[in-house]
């Protein structure tokens, strides 16, 4: 488990910056809306299991999404992180919005579980 927040439970994309970003960077994209896939896959093992520990995870996971949607209602799709993407600077949230809210539908459906 890694202290920032953009690693925390964050699944790993690649590339996504560049499939769906606007600025096209390849590079490592934590989190990425669909990262809260993973909350969701762990939501269900731990209930099916009855293993807490997984429950958790969950929780990290979908929390790892929200900071792509930001106080003033703009988001992101991706957050570059990278420092550097094939000598670009990276470490920032791309432009576009598109899908993020992917990660909020999975985070408040899972609380109504």
């Given at each position: 488990?890694?202290?920032?927040?953009?690693?925390?439970?964050?699944?790993?994309?690649?590339?996504?910056?560049?499939?769906?970003?606007?600025?096209?960077?390849?590079?490592?994209?934590?989190?990425?809306?669909?990262?809260a896939?993973?909350?969701?896959?762990?939501?269900?093992?731990?209930?099916?299991?009855?293993?807490?520990?997984?429950?958790?995870?969950?929780?990290?996971?979908?929390r790892?999404?929200?900071?792509?949607?930001?106080?003033?209602?703009?988001?992101?799709?991706?957050?570059?992180?990278?420092?550097?993407?094939?000598?670009?600077?990276?470490?920032?949230?791309?432009?576009?919005?598109?899908?993020?809210?992917?990660?909020?539908?999975?985070?408040?459906?899972?609380?109504?579980?």
């Open positions: 488990m890694q202290p920032d927040y953009h690693l925390h439970e964050a699944a790993i994309r690649h590339w996504d910056g560049y499939w769906f970003g606007k600025r096209r960077y390849f590079g490592d994209t934590f989190p990425h809306y669909w990262s896939l993973t909350g969701n896959v762990f939501e269900l093992y731990g209930r099916i299991t009855g293993d807490s520990s997984y429950l958790e995870r969950a929780e990290h996971s979908r790892a999404v929200l900071p792509m949607i930001f106080a003033d209602g703009r988001a992101s799709c991706a957050y570059i992180y990278p420092c550097k993407v094939n000598g670009r600077e990276g470490e920032f949230y791309d432009p576009y919005a598109n899908d993020q809210d992917w990660g909020l539908y999975f985070y408040l459906r899972n609380q109504e579980l």
